[in-house]
């Protein structure tokens, strides 16, 4: 059994006192590949050399992070581009458009998407797109984009079954992480209806830990807990699961 971590923040100080075992305990559950998206500026080292440290297992994607995003979000986007010249990523994220916290620097933000999902078009890669209260506000930049060229995964889906029907349209496959084992969550039903070929799994480490670990630290070890509840959605055994989505994690990143 296979599977892509295709979100994690292993490179952040959470991961400082045990990253190697961590990674072992992973690649002991079948975990393969660790996708890593970028967060800033100040988050590239680290995260380059972490997927230098573990070649050919930690990707690293390049990306500003909407909460990032403040009034010198143009020099960072500047910075962000130099470094694509220097280095080999798989995708362009995180990026998109969070309002959850703060809603000061919303253009700013829709600017960055724009700037940055341009960028992947012309780049040739997918797009990892974080959404928090601003789904119709990603949507509405996707929707400038529309065409072959664009590509990518709706990290952590936030929406409703017309939103996952919406990004699947736009070619888009949905990252399903912890909130999945979650006892109230509604991303179960999203799933069955929309169908497993449009999934990636996630863990979003260190945030977003699946049940019974909810509130702990995640890790990427845990993605299995999120394939079970998968495979018993759609009826299935978890070796099935795996294979699907780890052909459509392959197929979406170039892996």
């Known amino acids: 059994m296979k599977?892509?971590?295709?979100h994690t923040h292993l490179y952040l100080p959470e991961f400082d006192s045990d990253r190697d075992e961590m990674i072992n305990r992973a690649a002991g559950n079948g975990i393969v590949k660790l996708l890593m998206p970028n967060i800033n500026?100040?988050?590239v080292e680290a995260m380059i050399s972490a997927a230098d440290r573990y070649k050919g297992t930690c990707l690293p994607m390049l990306g500003l992070h909407p909460a990032s995003?403040?009034?010198d979000y143009r020099l960072q986007l500047d910075d962000l581009e130099k470094i694509?010249?220097?280095?080999?990523?798989?995708?362009?994220?995180?990026?998109?458009?969070?309002?959850y916290w703060d809603k000061t620097h919303k253009a700013e933000q829709t600017d960055a998407m724009r700037r940055q999902v341009a960028f992947a078009i012309s780049s040739g890669l997918p797009v990892a797109v974080h959404s928090r209260e601003a789904l119709p506000e990603v949507f509405s930049v996707l929707d400038e984009f529309a065409g072959p060229g664009l590509k990518g995964v709706l990290h952590a889906f936030p929406g409703t079954i017309q939103d996952a029907e919406k990004a699947v349209r736009m070619g888009f496959m949905l990252g399903i992480?912890?909130?999945?084992?979650?006892?109230?969550?509604?991303?179960?039903?999203?799933?069955?209806?929309i169908g497993i070929d449009h999934v990636v799994l996630?863990?979003?480490?260190?945030?977003?830990?699946?049940?019974?670990?909810?509130?702990?630290?995640?890790?990427?070890?845990?993605?299995?807990?999120?394939?079970?509840?998968?495979?018993?959605i759609f009826g299935i055994s978890e070796e099935e699961s795996s294979s699907i989505i780890y052909e459509n994690s392959c197929c979406l990143f170039k892996i």
Do not use: W
């Open 3 to 6: 599977l892509i971590d295709t």
């Open 41 to 43: 500026c100040h988050s």
């Open 69 to 71: 995003v403040k009034d």
């Open 84 to 99: 694509f010249a220097e280095h080999q990523f798989i995708a362009v994220g995180e990026i998109g458009i969070d309002l």
């Open 177 to 193: 992480g912890g909130p999945l084992t979650f006892k109230n969550s509604n991303l179960g039903k999203i799933v069955k209806e």
């Open 202 to 232: 996630e863990t979003d480490s260190p945030y977003l830990a699946p049940a019974p670990f909810r509130g702990m630290r995640n890790e990427s070890s845990y993605l299995p807990v999120i394939n079970k509840k998968l495979a018993e």
